[in-house]
DNA sequence: CTCCGTCATGTATGCGCATACATCAGTTCA
DNA sequence: TGAACTGATGTATGCGCATACATGACGGAG
């Protein structure tokens, strides 16, 4: 590590190492207003200046200060993001695209799990709205009271993706959970079964889909849905297998359909299936829900619910970016919609 | 949106209805020093203030300023953080662990993708420094020569990951790829196969575990090693179907062992041996890399190697929190190792 | 009683930058 | 030829907080 320059880090000692505008200006015989200038927009500096500074930069080494400089002008080119999981692939994709825009247009993420948490994510809404974001991203449309007190007060922009609501605290990007589950419950009464089962992660909006499928399945068939229910988190191609045991071996399922929250459970439901030698879909058909990158490629390929994960993250920095715009705040709520993607295993 | 104290947010104009530790300092009747007190160490203020003070953040709804806060005392309790991918499990779930440590040592996490692209990771670090971190989290041990000079000219600590390195820019957390191949290799040639191939995504770790087993196999067996290679990026069950077709189909590969740079390759190969009626492992073999969730579950199970990401995780987060401390740096190469896990497919 | 230490609090200052406003030379046009 | 304007730069100020240092009240030791 570089010792040279410790005093930049050490609390209470003079900060004599530190590089700033005033040490670049002085250097470029300017003034510390105009190397702020130089950088934020070179055009009102003269040319031969910008150069002077711009050859004190390079020797000095200087690197612009973020936080004074958002202190200053009140914006900090941050947005917090929460998320309920890293690992879960369907809300990592989702930030690929959100932040691939966002830092685009010169905003940093601060990234945050909430372990589908509503008082965790309380409170880091509570510490993160300490460092002053531009901006709030949230998963889903349910949150602690606090939360939405706090934010509205905040009067930050916030987002909430995944889900759409007819009150969200400013705007939502999303789709309808009932109407998937739906559309799966009519597909699968279409397709001639008349036997359906579900395997849900119990997060909100899978429960949302789920009932919704039980519903509509038993309006149209009079069928009663038997269910295997996990906590919520990410799910596992292993509880996807024992989900299927569970509907054979315990709950006495067969010949029917089984409509998953997620497509990981569909995958372990195909592998106990193959594992069985049971035909899919003949003897077991699985609709799963994502259309993750393998549910083309499986074997048979996955029936599944399929939600343009990029473009909802495109949209929600959309919606973020206008509303920093302030002229054309945009819609409210945005519903991105969804596909029922027919394969072969339903 | 709350509109009410959208003065806050406009620049340029007074804010006049920014709530400071100012405001609240006189609503309580102390000054501002005593409330920046309270908050940092109530031990220094008596009862009866520290009860009025409260009180008086309650009812002005005060969220205190980190950005000041930062600026004043030179100490941000950001760290950020660059990976080559969000939506590759093996990073996020490290990232995970990481997070959540630094999380509940009050620090924030600013993440961003690199995209495998040292020079996007260079314009990453130059953006991220401005923010003034107080550590820095890489993945992998090689990098654009500026980011190097930047990072060791700003004497931030910085922990690299996932690799490790004999001249660490501070410091690194992982374990050595080649001992990965070269494993493989060995346990392949214990196993009794006398045919090989690798399916690898191109990224320098990965190419570094290729090669480390195709070199050690052939000094074992004398063979020749057939290779499919990929771009890198995260890799998928596809990419891994399509890799056993090329092998089987144009390159006349046949009943031997296929190292696979990611589980999730491992896991096409199955589903293609699957769907094509083949034995594994006794008509093909795999062996993945990163022992994933779903590893264990494949049929037939697959055999991997396993590096536990959630300790690397913790790790790196120790080692930096090692680091502000100043007495103890810690060791400045941490090698976590990792396991051959031996299951059904080779 | 006086001296000194401790506790609770206050005053002064500056972190590094952005913004508003001022200055001053060199135009341009009536 | 002078008023108005433009371009390039500077001065003053404060964002909200943490830190160093100062103050005053109090209490026990000498």
Redesign the pocket.
Known sequence: MGDSDAA?RR?????SA????????RMA????????????DP????????ARIHEAIRATG??????????????SNLIAALVPSFTNIVYSSLLHGFSEIMRENGYQIMLSETGHDPEREQALVEALL?RRPDGVLLTGVHHAPGTRRMLIGSGIPVVEIWDISETPIDCCVGFSHAATGQAAAEFAVKAGYRRAATVTAGDARAIRRRDSFVQTFHRMTGAEVPAVDFQPGTATLEQGRAALVDLLDRQGFMAGVVFCSSDQFAHGLLTEAAARGLRVPDQIAVIGFGDQDFAAHTHPALTTIRVDRAVLGEAAAGALLSRFAEHTPGPSVVDVGFQLIQRGSA
């Open positions: 930049r609390p209470g000692l003079p900060a530190a590089v700033t505008m005033t040490t670049v200006g015989g300017v003034s510390q207003v105009t190397v702020s200038r130089a950088l934020s055009s009102k500096v003269s040319p031969e200046t910008l200087y690197v612009p200060n973020a936080l004074a400089g958002a202190l200053a002008s009140r914006r300490s």
